[in-house]
């Protein structure tokens, strides 16, 4: 069975503060992706990463698959209130078959 | 682009009736979609793939013959759920499969209440 761990769980910070949440998996994925949901709406899509070791931003978001393209992270530089919200990473092993993390659910103290 | 659409957006029902949610694709065609239900606080659960024209795939423990699915456009794809009972109260959420076969585009989410 295929599995994407994802840590932290839960996170609570104040404004201004960086944080890291990792995605981790024995398994190779063809892409990866990252998703943030806000409370009673569906998950929307931030990223996909598709090559080993690729780095892409957005904005404060920074996220990075692994070399290995089993792993992936997502940084967020300077956290702002906006930013709270459930953070999912979603692994793709092929043909739509997609793992996702358990997520982890951020809030950003002002 | 890329916009998924949900109805409705919520549905309270009483124990035994069913309920039939709606998600369609606005500006694409989608071949595949996923349902997916997602208690308080926790991550998404796939119950089934659907695909066009073609019977759904439901993951192991869902039970096919309570959550009924139907693929029958491009566009839409619907679930039923049939005799509901209190502990099928969820959150319903479907996603539409992009082009390449990576990323998921995902509606805006059904809010069941069963009482």
């Known amino acids: 069975t295929q599995l994407l ?8 910070i104040q404004e ?3 944080l890291t ?10 892409s990866l992706q990252w998703y943030r949901q806000e409370p009673g709406e569906g998950p929307v899509l931030l990223v996909t990463v598709v090559t080993g070791g690729e780095v892409k931003k957005l904005k404060r978001l920074t996220f990075q698959f692994g070399d290995a393209r089993k792993d992936s992270s997502l940084h967020i530089t300077a956290a702002q209130p906006g930013d709270t919200g459930l953070y999912l990473c979603a692994g793709v ?3 739509f078959k997609t793992i996702f993390g358990a997520g982890t659910r951020l809030f950003v103290k002002a | 682009g890329a916009v998924v659409s949900q109805h409705p957006s919520w549905v309270i029902c009483k124990s035994g009736t069913s309920v039939k949610i709606e998600c369609r694709s606005l500006d694409f065609q989608a071949t595949t979609m996923f349902w997916y239900r997602q208690f308080p606080k926790q991550s998404l659960m ?20 309570k959550f009924l699915i139907n693929h029958a456009s491009l566009t ?5 759920v049939t005799s509901a009972h ?4 969820s959150f319903y959420i479907c996603s539409a499969g992009s082009g390449n ?4 585009y995902f509606g805006p989410g059904t809010r069941l209440t069963v009482t």
């Not at chain 1, 761990?5 to 609570?12: G, R």
């Not at chain 2, 076969?101 to 998921?104: F, K, N, S, Y």
Request: glycine share 10%.
């Open chain 1, 21 to 30: 949440v990792y995605c981790n998996s024995s398994s190779v994925f063809s």
């Open chain 2, 76 to 80: 839409l794809s619907t679930l039923t």
């Open chain 1, 16 to 18: 201004g503060e960086n």
């Open chain 2, 46 to 65: 796939l119950m089934a793939t659907s695909n066009e024209g073609s019977k759904a795939t439901y993951e192991q423990g869902v039970e096919k013959d």
């Open chain 1, 93 to 95: 092993a092929g043909g």
């Open chain 1, 5 to 12: 761990e994802q840590s932290p769980q839960f996170l609570s």
């Open chain 2, 86 to 89: 209190p502990e099928d109260s």
């Open chain 2, 101 to 104: 076969g990576r990323e998921q």
